[in-house]
């Protein structure tokens, strides 16, 4: 959808907060299976390249052949830059809702499509991540869907489907793909994390943390995740209008 993302890779934005809210470790998380819907896509990709390097990932796709291809790409990819066999499978989004941490990689306006036939798949204890853009290109610019729409955030829209809201974690918006899907590379960035369950947002921000390079900046609950999925369109009209060229946001 958001195939103009590689050029958010030219800018970077200095915002200026308060040290103390960054962490900067590295939390390593225990290794566990992601599964990725809509894992065919450029950000499904850059999740599965990086995180294949210590978890079983689960590419899913509406077509389970799609998926095996795209698995077998990641897994060449990651094997050679990590040195290792990654564990990388392609299956169907339903298939890949089996897994411990579960990414919604797909488009804003395929929620209600996707979500009820996927979610109730997920077990009780699956954390959900959502990286989702309520986003689209207009003759003005990139403009915010539930502003220009009055639709809601993809946080809240989400949020309707999950039996447990509090699993669900927003996270990874203002990170473009082409930075994810160039391994080893590191990514220096920082990510905003939102979320309501303590054990969801810890988890992500340990899976954030261990792509080198990102940084897990946790920004409250999931009601103002709507603040991060607004960092995008912001970055982008900025770039489109001669903005910084160095890469993402990083907050000092
Ligand atoms: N691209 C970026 O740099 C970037 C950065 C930050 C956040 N995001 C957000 O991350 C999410 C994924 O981004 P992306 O660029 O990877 O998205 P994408 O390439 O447009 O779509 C990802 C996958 O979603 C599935 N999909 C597409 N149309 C669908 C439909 N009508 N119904 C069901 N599934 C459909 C496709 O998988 P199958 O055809 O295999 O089912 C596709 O490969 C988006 O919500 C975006 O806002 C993107």
């Given at each position: 959808?958001?195939?103009?993302?590689?050029?958010?890779?030219?800018?970077?934005?200095?915002?200026?907060?308060?040290?103390?809210?960054?962490?900067?470790?590295?939390?390593?998380?225990?290794?566990?299976?992601?599964?990725?819907?809509?894992?065919?896509?450029?950000?499904?990709?850059?999740?599965?390249?990086?995180?294949?390097?210590?978890?079983?990932?689960?590419?899913?796709?509406?077509?389970?052949?799609?998926?095996?291809?795209?698995?077998?790409?990641?897994?060449?990819?990651?094997?050679?830059?990590?040195?290792?066999?990654?564990?990388?499978?392609?299956?169907?989004?339903?298939?890949?809702?089996?897994?411990?941490?579960?990414?919604?990689?797909?488009?804003y306006g395929q929620i209600d499509a996707v979500c009820p036939g996927v979610l109730e798949k997920a077990g009780p204890g699956c954390t959900v991540i959502s990286p989702i853009v309520p986003m689209k290109k207009t003759d003005t610019g990139f403009e915010f869907i539930p502003m220009a729409?009055?639709?809601?955030?993809?946080?809240?829209?989400?949020?309707?489907?999950?039996?447990?809201?509090?699993?669900?974690?927003?996270?990874?918006?203002?990170?473009?793909?082409?930075?994810?899907?160039?391994?080893?590379?590191?990514?220096?960035?920082?990510?905003?994390?939102?979320?309501?369950?303590?054990?969801?947002?810890?988890?992500?921000?340990?899976?954030?943390?261990?792509?080198?390079?990102?940084?897990?900046?946790?920004?409250?609950?999931?009601?103002?995740?709507?603040?991060?999925?607004?960092?995008?369109?912001?970055?982008?009209?900025?770039?489109?209008?001669?903005?910084?060229?160095?890469?993402?946001?990083?907050?000092?």
């Open positions: 959808m958001f195939r103009a993302w590689p050029c958010l890779a030219k800018i970077r934005f200095v915002v200026r907060i308060r040290r103390t809210q960054i962490n900067n470790k590295i939390i390593r998380t225990d290794p566990v299976r992601i599964g990725i819907v809509g894992g065919t896509g450029g950000m499904g990709g850059g999740f599965a390249l990086r995180w294949s390097r210590d978890h079983e990932i689960l590419v899913g796709s509406r077509d389970a052949g799609r998926a095996s291809e795209a698995a077998a790409r990641y897994a060449e990819a990651a094997g050679a830059a990590h040195g290792t066999s990654p564990s990388i499978s392609g299956v169907t989004n339903e298939e890949a809702a089996s897994a411990d941490v579960l990414v919604l990689s797909i488009p729409d009055g639709l809601p955030p993809a946080h809240e829209a989400v949020s309707k489907h999950m039996r447990d809201p509090s699993m669900l974690v927003s996270a990874f918006h203002a990170v473009s793909e082409k930075k994810l899907e160039k391994i080893p590379r590191e990514v220096r960035c920082d990510i905003f994390v939102c979320g309501d369950g303590k054990g969801s947002v810890d988890l992500v921000k340990g899976l954030v943390s261990e792509i080198p390079g990102l940084n897990p900046v946790y920004l409250g609950p999931g009601r103002l995740a709507y603040l991060a999925e607004m960092a995008t369109p912001l970055l982008l009209n900025a770039m489109i209008r001669g903005g910084p060229k160095n890469p993402g946001i990083s907050l000092s």
